[in-house]
């Protein structure tokens, strides 16, 4: 199978060019905080605060008068006046390169991944060899731009040595091209523009991911899945949020048309809709519409308005009916119990038959429930952050009768990583005491897998959606136990990039009737940057 780089060098140059023109013609600013769940919950007691209405459940965030204060904040740890040698500043408290005056910024940094590992119960050495860089600045009060890039390879326990293996792909990040050896290459890049014309709107291009909802887990529009080429337009009128995306995705397994062998592409729109009817209550609405750039014999597919239409999309109104597209709608709601806690939860809605929506036995009903609970401070803790957290999604979900149109990007889930057909519960606690962190997660699912290549018992959202008649029971097929436990102890050393020494060990369990997989890894390493990176499923 043939495949094409993610963002080939014509792209970065066109980025980097788009960036330094842009840089000589605009005075704006508008500063987008990279989007890591280890990140973003150390501003819990900001935004679950009852003194604002702040919208959580769109990220990545933008730095503000909420998040503001708290952000400057961690970006200080550690940082000491009286330090005077150019080596003991950057390595400690700046950037590598740092320009600040009144009308534009610039930094600029690299962005190591040194770590060795060893995975005790697979009997196997792992590595990771990341050498990144990343680049950022605002002009004047409304422009913000940021890019950053990676050059990896690496070893991994054996769980996910067979992902990569199955479909040729580092989870989240990019294609391995290194086919079918022990050691995997890969390289990514992440590059966005974000202007903000006046405080309501902003705009946001580039390649990057974008997550819905309140959890650790979405299931609605997670980050989880690759970067993908994206516009994303966010207005901000007080008690409400509205945000209309739309992207640009790949499929590598679908049927291929094109004679050059590249990746089918399909278009993605979605729409959310955030109501914070008080400081303590907000409910939101959330659909998404995935339609082929083609079919598989190449025939185009026709523009239809619904694409652009901002408040829902109908399959009835499909310019194509040969064609049907794929989609999902949601609702989210978050209720903060006490200062600091929130209640939240998803529904998301794909295929839907009232009459049997609350059976358990077709396929005429698909979609996923999160439940769960977050917040900050726990026993009165200070920087003791908590999330407990319930995920089910029903066989089938997100899959379509054109795998094409599957709610995937590069064959990787938008939403769970455990794809659909299961049950999941998620414990994760965090407590940040001067520079060091300590993290502690548990996770524990049920799942039924496909017994043989053949079969589609509904967890594997790439195969094709079977008639609505088709049978359909949570957990059919080969029941599957994971348990996943995983601990981190770090030591930060500079916070503007979050370079630090970064212990941490999983212990993790896969078991069914035809294969019991254990994992009992040890890692340490130099580690850097605030993405989100998924090793739990």
Same mark, same amino acid.
């Given at each position: 199978m043939q495949k094409i780089s993610h963002l080939p060098i014509a792209k970065l140059t066109l980025i980097a060019v788009i960036l330094v023109f842009s840089a000589q013609i605009c005075k704006s600013q508008s500063v987008l905080l990279p989007y890591s769940y280890q990140y973003d919950q150390k501003f819990n007691s900001s935004i679950?605060?009852?003194?604002?209405?702040?919208?959580?459940?769109?990220?990545?965030?933008?730095?503000?008068?909420?998040i503001g204060p708290r952000y400057t904040q961690l970006m200080q740890v550690g940082v000491d006046s009286n330090r005077k040698t150019w080596v003991d500043r950057k390595l400690l408290n700046e950037h590598l390169f740092d320009v600040q005056n009144k009308d534009f910024t610039f930094y600029g940094d690299y962005l190591p991944d040194l770590v060795l590992g060893r995975d005790f119960a697979g009997k196997t050495k792992t590595t990771l060899n990341t050498r990144g860089y990343q680049f950022g600045g605002t002009v004047g009060s409304k422009f913000f731009f940021y890019t950053s890039g990676y050059?990896?390879?690496?070893?991994?326990?054996?769980?996910?040595?067979?992902?990569?293996?199955?479909?040729?792909?580092?989870?989240?990040?990019?294609?391995?091209?290194?086919?079918?050896?022990?050691?995997?290459?890969?390289?990514?890049?992440?590059?966005?523009?974000?202007?903000?014309?006046?405080?309501?709107?902003?705009?946001?291009?580039?390649?990057?991911?974008?997550?819905?909802?309140?959890?650790?887990?979405?299931?609605?529009?997670?980050?989880?899945?690759?970067?993908?080429?994206?516009?994303?337009?966010?207005?901000?009128?007080?008690?409400?949020?509205?945000?209309?995306?739309?992207?640009?995705? %790949?499929?590598?397994?679908?049927?291929?048309?094109?004679?050059?062998?590249?990746?089918?592409?399909?278009?993605?729109?979605?729409?959310?809709?955030?109501?914070?009817?008080? !400081?303590?209550?907000?409910?939101?609405?959330?659909?998404?519409?995935?339609?082929? %750039?083609?079919n598989d014999n190449g025939n185009f597919h026709g523009f239809d308005p619904n694409y652009v239409n901002p408040v829902f999309f109908s399959n009835a109104l499909n310019a194509t009916p040969s064609q049907p597209d794929n989609v999902l709608a949601g609702f989210t709601a978050k209720y903060k119990i006490f200062d600091k806690t929130a209640l939240y939860g998803q529904l998301l809605i794909e295929r839907f038959n009232a009459?049997?929506?609350?059976?358990? !036995?077709?396929?005429?009903?698909?979609?996923?429930?999160?439940?769960?609970?977050?917040?900050?401070?726990?026993?009165k803790v200070k920087s003791f952050n908590y999330l407990f957290e319930y995920n089910t999604v029903k066989p089938y979900t997100y899959a379509s009768q054109q795998p094409i149109t599957s709610y995937t990007e590069l064959s990787e889930p938008l939403g769970d990583p455990l794809g659909a057909n299961f049950r999941e519960a998620i414990g994760i606690l965090n407590y940040t005491v001067g520079r060091f962190d300590f993290m502690g997660q548990i996770n524990y699912?049920?799942?039924?897998?496909?017994? !043989?290549?053949?079969?589609?018992?509904?967890?594997?959202?790439?195969?094709?959606?079977?008639?609505? %008649?088709?049978?359909?029971?949570?957990?059919?097929?080969?029941?599957?136990?994971l348990r996943y436990a995983q601990g981190?102890?770090?030591?930060?050393? !500079?916070?503007?990039?979050?370079?630090?020494?970064?212990?941490?060990?999983?212990?993790? %369990?896969?078991?069914?009737?035809?294969?019991?997989?254990?994992t009992a890894l040890i890692t340490f390493g130099l580690r850097s940057t605030f993405r989100d990176l998924y090793s739990d499923f």
């Open positions: 679950y605060s009852l003194d604002n209405s702040f919208h959580t459940s769109l990220k990545p965030f933008l730095i503000d008068s909420v050059t990896n390879n690496g070893t991994f326990p054996n769980y996910l040595n067979s992902y990569i293996n199955k479909i040729d792909f580092v989870p989240g990040q990019a294609y391995n091209f290194s086919v079918g050896k022990t050691t995997k290459d890969w390289t990514y890049v992440t590059a966005i523009l974000s202007y903000t014309p006046i405080k309501q709107l902003n705009i946001t291009l580039g390649e990057d991911k974008t997550f819905v909802g309140d959890g650790y887990r979405s299931l609605l529009l997670s980050d989880f899945a690759a970067n993908y080429p994206l516009l994303r337009l966010t207005a901000n009128l007080g008690k409400v949020q509205y945000m209309f995306m739309w992207a640009y995705l %790949e499929d590598q397994e679908a049927k291929q048309f094109d004679p050059f062998g590249n990746n089918r592409r399909k278009w993605a729109a979605f729409h959310y809709l955030d109501w914070n009817i008080t !400081n303590r209550i907000s409910v939101g609405y959330f659909n998404a519409l995935i339609a082929s %750039e083609a009459g049997d929506f609350f059976s358990d !036995n077709k396929a005429d009903n698909t979609g996923g429930l999160q439940l769960g609970i977050r917040g900050a401070d726990l026993f699912a049920k799942y039924g897998l496909d017994p !043989n290549a053949l079969a589609n018992f509904g967890q594997d959202v790439t195969k094709a959606a079977p008639s609505t %008649e088709t049978p359909a029971t949570l957990g059919q097929g080969l029941s599957t136990t981190t102890v770090s030591f930060l050393i !500079n916070p503007k990039y979050n370079l630090r020494f970064e212990l941490g060990g999983v212990l993790r %369990e896969e078991k069914n009737s035809q294969s019991d997989i254990k």
